[in-house]
């Protein structure tokens, strides 16, 4: 089957992304080409897959999001993701600010002032937080885990859990050890039965008023960037008293940055880029799960580059 898409990136977290509002495949068939375009050593590659899905039929929520992982698995969100999506939904709509659907939530999105020359830049706000780990579920002895060290992880560190809607464990350190962060995010992939939906990893340093997050991501496996764990990092910050809520941070990682802001109603607001660095068209096999030439159709054809947005983008990743 060959699909129209766009490749584009939130906070250097890439993604292809497919207005799926007219499509009717089900879940078994995104989850083959989530696992086909995302990956890494085919022609497109990206964290995931991101869908543009259909409204309410009331108009209460202007579009939707699906996320597929690059295993084929479903997020219950993509913040980084989210911002793309956004972008995609006010072309097709119209609108500049919506109430997006989330596979278990709902976010409010709207276009916000660049962050930089050239960047075009959204504004959205998700939550609220939670920090009830039942619901995850985690079956540990408490209802909540807030700096508290975990007997079922490689790491006697102290985390706190936060679910945006989708888990996260974050862990505040002097210094991000990647290879402590993937023992600690290869345990919870796993699966264990205390943890059974798998969570997304975070180390995080505290930089003045600022945060540099680094993720182990549930489905992905370490990766530059992760929107969500952005979003529960500044809660977790602001519930343990590292920033102050309802105060303007900085958060980094390795793909970029985001503006962000937490209030002590869980509610977290992020504005980042949601950069489109080209469109084109690609084969996917919905049998075999590949993408490519399997009977003599080209691959991928990308009809049009969008320099001057990765341009933009790089300027500000990588000031003179």
């Known amino acids: 089957m060959r699909f129209d898409l766009i490749k584009c990136h939130g906070s250097g ?7 799926a509002r007219a499509l009717s495949l089900g879940d078994a068939d995104w989850a083959c080409v989530a696992r086909a375009l995302a990956d890494r050593a085919g022609p497109v590659g990206g964290d995931g897959l991101l869908l543009l899905t259909a409204g309410d ?7 939707g999001m699906r996320m597929f992982n690059s295993d084929g698995s479903e997020s219950e969100t993509c913040l980084n993701g989210l911002r793309c999506v956004a972008r995609a939904g006010f072309a097709a709509t119209g609108l500049d600010h919506a109430t997006a659907r989330l596979k278990t939530s709902e976010a409010v999105v709207a276009r916000d002032r660049d962050i930089a020359p050239g960047v075009f830049t959204v504004r959205e706000t998700a939550g609220p937080a939670s920090l009830d780990v039942a ?5 540990v002895d408490a209802q909540k885990i807030v700096e508290t060290p975990l007997a079922g992880l490689p790491s006697t560190r102290a985390f706190t859990a936060v679910a945006m809607p989708n888990p996260h464990l974050v862990a505040f350190v002097e210094a991000v050890d990647d290879a402590e962060l993937v023992r600690v995010g290869e345990a919870c992939e796993a699966a264990p039965d205390w943890l059974p939906n798998r969570a997304n990893v975070s180390f995080v340093e505290l930089r003045g008023t600022d945060l540099f997050v680094r993720t182990h991501e549930r489905g992905v496996g370490l990766t530059d960037s992760c929107g969500s764990a952005m979003a529960a990092s500044t809660f977790a910050a602001c519930l343990t008293g590292r920033i102050a809520y309802d105060t303007p941070t900085t958060v980094f990682n390795r793909g970029g940055l985001v503006r962000a802001e937490a209030g002590a109603d869980g509610m977290v607001t992020l504005s980042g ?4 660095e080209w469109s084109g068209s690609v084969t996917v096999d919905l049998e075999s799960g590949e993408s490519g030439v399997e009977s003599g159709t080209r691959d991928l054809v990308i009809t049009q580059r969008h320099d001057e947005e990765i341009a933009a983008w790089e300027t500000l990743r990588n000031p003179m």
């Open 135 to 139: 619901a995850w579920p985690m079956h």
């Open 13 to 19: 977290n890439d993604f292809p992304l497919i207005d």
């Open 273 to 276: 880029n949601a950069t489109v």
């Open 57 to 63: 039929d009331d108009g209460a929520r202007a579009f």
